[in-house]
């Protein structure tokens, strides 16, 4: 039984139930189509965390984000 873990930094507009149905479908094909597995064996699991709990080349995501904000044309 195939297990797929997609860990998302929460965002300021959250994910909702219908993109994240749409991931769980979309990675399920993707395992059934690339590596044989059956359907109803994958599992799909979404850890939603928060962006202060995260980080990337020595900051938080929440840093990077502010960054990014402040640097956008």
């Known amino acids: 039984m195939p297990l797929v873990n997609i860990r998302l930094a929460r965002r300021d507009i959250p994910t ?6 749409a991931l ?5 094909d993707l395992m059934h ?8 064996s994958v599992v ?15 900051e938080s995501v929440v840093a990077i984000r502010q960054r990014r904000q402040t640097n956008s044309p």
């Open 16 to 21: 909702t139930a219908s993109e994240k149905a």
């Open 24 to 28: 769980i479908e979309g990675i399920t």
């Open 33 to 40: 189509r690339v590596l044989s597995k059956r359907r109803e």
């Open 44 to 58: 799909v699991i979404i850890d939603e965390v928060d962006p202060e709990n995260w980080g990337e080349g020595g």
